[in-house]
């Protein structure tokens, strides 16, 4: 079946650190890679995707690569800020339809 | 333009009692998408509505859990009756139906619905 393994938090960084959450899928066939935001009090938003092998999704100074040899869609930011605290969500969809999530990785940005 | 609306935001009832949930989807959106996250663990897919029809709804739990949506605008999940692992925060999604095969059209999530079931 289809799944996302994402680590597992809290993670928690100085402002302008460098951050990395890892992603890793099952799925079969050739899914979509997203991740998600969740801030404080809010719904989910879709932070960034992409749709086929090698594509690097991009939004907000956050960066993930799909890599199809790794089964990896591991989210990067160069400099976190207070403001990026939140929970984030590794999500895979094999058909553009419904989605499948990781378990999220909460992260505080302390100043 | 409003986002995903869903009512209420937090219930605490008992084990055996009902509730009904409420999503309200964005204007136009045909697809409407409902998720559940039990503490801890991953959200999970429970049903898909193509305006007033379901698409998909295997991840439906049991027979305690009731989806609709009437007319093919908002949509109310209800369970009945409700058991302690039912608590969980309840999301719905909405979003525009492809006009391109193979296009993906992005879900709008509404802020959740906490459920607690003592």
């Known amino acids: 079946g289809n799944s996302v393994t994402q680590m597992e938090g809290p993670v928690t960084l100085s402002e302008e650190a460098f951050l990395t959450i890892n992603c890793t899928y099952t799925a079969t066939g050739y899914p979509s890679l997203f991740w998600y935001v969740q801030y404080p009090g809010e719904g989910l938003q879709l932070l960034l995707k992409?749709?086929?092998?090698?594509d690097k999704g991009s939004n907000k100074g956050f960066e993930a690569t799909y890599r199809k040899e790794t089964t990896s869609f591991h989210l990067e930011k160069g400099s976190v800020q207070v403001s990026d605290s939140a929970v984030y969500f590794c999500a895979l969809t094999p058909f553009l339809g419904a989605l499948n999530f990781g378990k999220g990785t909460s992260l505080l940005v302390t100043p | 333009e409003a986002g995903v609306t869903q009512f209420p935001s937090h219930s605490v009832i008992e084990k055996g009692q009902t509730v009904t949930l409420r999503c309200d989807p964005i204007?136009?959106?045909?697809?409407l998408y409902w998720y559940r996250r039990v503490m801890g663990k991953e959200i999970k897919f429970l049903l898909h509505f193509v305006k007033e029809s379901k698409q998909d709804e295997s991840g439906m739990p049991n027979n305690r859990f009731l989806a609709e949506r009437t007319g093919g605008t908002y949509s109310t999940l209800k369970v009945q009756p409700a058991e302690l692992e039912d608590s969980g925060v309840y999301f719905c999604?909405?979003?525009?139906?492809?006009?391109?095969?193979?296009?993906?059209?992005?879900?709008?999530f509404g802020p959740g619905t906490r459920l607690t079931v003592l």
């Open positions: 992409a749709t086929k092998a090698d």
């Open positions: 999604a909405s979003s525009q139906v492809a006009r391109l095969a193979g296009a993906y059209n992005e879900q709008f």
């Open positions: 204007s136009g959106h045909d697809n």
